[in-house]
């Protein structure tokens, strides 16, 4: 069971979605210092990161924004406060492109 569960639906489509996510994880990433793996599919696109103690995946569909991770020990303390920074970052970023709607 992962330990920060975000899921945002959106009105987007996929090529818009895709590039919010895109947005999205380059943020993550620099703060946080993940690798990310991008793949895209016809319907459904993957994104899985890791870094010591932090390991997730991120899937981005035509309606829909979910991102699942599992945090090691060190981080483990910190999930709901990662978990708020990361839906912040991301509902802004739906908010400028279409507007979230939580799941």
């Known amino acids: 069971m992962p330990d920060i ?4 639906n959106h009105d987007l489509g996929i090529a818009r979605a895709r590039q919010v996510a895109r947005r999205w994880l380059r943020q993550v990433e620099q703060d946080y210092g993940l690798a990310f793996t991008y793949t895209e599919g016809e319907t459904q696109d993957v994104a899985q990161f ?3 103690g932090i390991d997730g ?3 981005v569909t035509a309606d829909r924004l979910r991102l699942e991770a599992t945090l090691g020990f060190l981080f483990a303390s910190f999930g709901a406060q990662i978990e708020q920074k990361i839906s912040g970052k991301l ?3 739906l908010g400028a492109g279409g507007g979230p709607r939580a799941a």
């Open 57 to 59: 995946k991120v899937e």
């Open 50 to 52: 890791s870094r010591a």
């Open 5 to 8: 569960h975000i899921e945002r």
């Open 91 to 93: 509902d802004a970023l």
